[in-house]
């Protein structure tokens, strides 16, 4: 938040935390409201429920392949440097 003046504050982000229940929901709709008022950039964080480690370790390995496959991707799109 900015302090523009000494009765003013200026929201410039509003960060909501979501895990897809009812009240989540109507928070995140608020926040939505908030953010047209002021408008403020809008971040959502979805929020998982405890889980078995496993399954952690599971969607960790899959997120590590997912960005090293993207990385990839974009190395093999570069140009190569003439030297």
Not at 35 to 49: F, T
């Amino acid at each position: 938040m900015d302090e523009n003046s000494s009765n003013s504050i200026s929201v410039k982000r509003i960060l909501v935390a979501t895990d897809g229940s009812a009240s989540s929901i109507r928070a995140a709709n608020f926040a939505i409201h908030l953010c047209k008022l002021e408008k403020a950039e809008l971040v959502i964080m979805h929020v998982l429920p405890d889980i078995k480690k496993e399954v952690l370790l599971v969607y960790a390995q899959n997120m590590a392949i997912c960005k090293w496959y993207q990385l990839s991707c974009k190395l093999r799109q570069m140009k190569p440097i003439n030297g």
